[in-house]
């Protein structure tokens, strides 16, 4: 087997909305990775508009052109829509007509809306667990497994379920280094609904958490720290972003090595 290798690079410039991928990667001061959740679309009450309470935005397309700082969006059944970042009113009312209800887009270009807001740096997870969960399942490959997923760090040249070596007990993180980078691990991610529906249209896929759990269950390597599966639908590594990283940049390619554990930041 090669060695372990960051495969790729994924953020996801608005909170809920498709991927981008990139070859590289600065790190935030809040510890994520530039771009990434930097957007968030907001209910008039202050709430996320996200996959999690409104199916529609999974049938919501988006691309992301950072050096241009555009933003295009498209409906199932319309054209696409490209906005300037800066056109905020414009793009507020294109989803507005979508949502059916008012929306507002927020930009935080410092901190992002992580989904993990104690553990905010770059969730991971091995290329070999994308290809083994989605054999669990008729239909589903590990293409459509990570856009269900939603990891920011594959890493390639490593086993399945490798990403479970990247945290202990709730009194220790597990550091580990790609390139200048360095991260402490800090637990198995807690699944919401999302994964659960189809990415494309926001259909549910039948008994996708039941055999999720089951094989979990059954696959949960020797290395998995126990402590965190009061059930079992967890899957990737959250982390923590030393300040010392804060600032670093990752890239496709670099080497990735776990040092060992840590305490646990507070």
Request: with cysteine.
């Amino acid at each position: 087997m090669p060695a372990p290798a960051l495969d790729r690079i994924v953020v996801y410039p608005v909170k809920s909305l498709d991927p981008h991928t990139l070859g590289r990667a600065a790190v935030r001061a809040d510890g994520g990775l530039a771009y990434d959740r930097e957007l968030a679309i907001v209910e008039e009450t202050g709430e996320y508009v996200n996959g999690k309470r409104e199916p529609a935005v999974h049938r919501l397309r988006s691309s992301f052109d950072p050096e241009a700082a555009r933003l295009t969006l498209r409906g199932p059944d319309g054209d696409p829509a490209a906005f300037d970042l800066e056109e905020t009113g414009a793009i507020e009312a294109w989803l507005t007509g979508y949502f059916g209800r008012p929306v507002e887009l927020r930009r935080a270009d410092a901190g992002g809306y992580p989904d993990h807001t104690t553990a905010s740096g770059p969730t991971v997870v091995a290329e070999a667990t994308l290809e083994a969960v989605a054999s669990w399942f008729d239909g589903i490959d590990a293409v459509e497994m990570a856009r269900r997923l939603r990891p920011n760090l594959v890493v390639a040249g490593v086993e399945a379920f490798w990403e479970d070596r990247l945290y202990a007990d709730r009194d220790r993180a597990v550091a580990f280094r790609v390139g200048d980078c360095e991260f402490l691990g800090a637990n198995p991610c807690q699944r919401c609904v999302v994964p659960t529906r189809d990415p494309e249209t926001g259909e549910p896929t039948p008994g996708f958490r039941e055999r999720f759990v089951e094989k979990r269950r059954e696959t949960l390597p020797a290395w998995a720290d126990r402590t965190w599966f009061d059930h079992y639908f967890r899957l990737m590594a959250t982390t923590f972003a030393p300040e010392s990283t804060v600032g670093e940049e990752l890239r496709v390619g670099n080497e990735v090595e776990i040092l060992g554990e840590r305490p646990r930041p507070a």
